[in-house]
């Protein structure tokens, strides 16, 4: 009865409507190019409803057919799932080798079998950045996404290492921090950042930060990064004039890592400046015997001007008879006892570094010295100076970062910008 009425109600409707429309006359004109179609409202009315009982019968034929199970067959979207797929990896293979454009192409493939999944958005947006310099929208859609943010984050912090741009990289590690308080790679760049802009509280602070999360930083390279903050915060206390804070601070770096040198150079330079020839003679001999580098080797030289040559070789062969297995040892007591004339202890010192396998220039350099002041044998001498150039060049500060060799230590190579990385290097 519902129905019925409702049918009775929906022909008299279109009844209204068709007088009123019949009482109303209009026409419609389309115009394409220089093509024009005149109809009728009622006609186009008319061509509307046959349009709509079309559709609505292909819709009811597609249903009756079950072509719709065709288009969700879990076989045939599992096999276009794996096309999809295959084009992706496809995609990080250009990606690979530097193919960007490619890259997209089998990308935006991916995409349109897989949609905008995190793996497919990662690729477009990695290609994208290398393709051009243009606004990556791929990259702003993962920003959006919680779970996918890090990740954008992370390469642009990459691309901030990559560039140098430290400031910027401190600010990215700064906030990724507070969605990954624990995270180690991250605990531990905010350190290296922090000292590569000179910011040593903050590297300090950071650095004591980075040990309370286990195996962020394994317990000898903290003790190693503990002493290179002391010792460059010794400096900011030197250059301020505070000189008994500086050698606190020495003092500590050396309790942290006894071999490491720069402390203990620094703190013997600053005894050596106030007249305390003593104490500077302490943390020398200390290091001399861990760690020995030629800038040590010549502060002992010269600590006390006054004595004769024979009072320093006496001196220095007592600071090194305790285990002189370094070339360093043995080149400044050949040296020394050359300006002594102690030529048995020159030679016997120059032969234990070419049989310890530790010869270099300064070897052989010394040798035909010894040549020369020993025995005036000129010939003899030119061919050993020969023979220096040959060999390897001697131990000394270098980056392993950049592979420069700066002529004295910083906590920041001053040609390529990065946190310890300067050491003695040894043959
Ligand atoms: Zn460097």
Redesign the pocket.
Known sequence: MTRLTAYILLSLTIALVASWFASNPGQVLIVWQEWEVRLSVATLIFLLIIYTAFLWLSVWTMRKLNIFTYFSNPRRLAARRARGEKNLDRAWSAYALEDYKESIKLGLRARSTLGDSGDVLRLLASATRNQSKDKNLYLDQLKSSLVSAPWVLSQELDNSLKQKAWPSAMLLVRDMLKSHPKNKFLLKLNVSLSAQLGNWQEAKVSLRKAMREKGAIKPAEQKHLSAVINYSLALEEKAAGNKNECINLLKSALKSSPSFAPAAQLGARIYIDQGDKKSAEKFLINIWKKNPNSEIGDLLKNLFPSESKGERFRRLKTVSKSEPTFSETYHLLAEIAILAEQWPDAQSALEKVIDSGQASKKTYQTLALLERKQKSDKQASDKLLERSEIVPSDNHWF??????S?MHYTAV??????FD??SWFRL
């Open positions: 980056c392993s970062s950049c592979q420069n700066p190579c001053q040609k390529c910008d990065t990385k300067i």
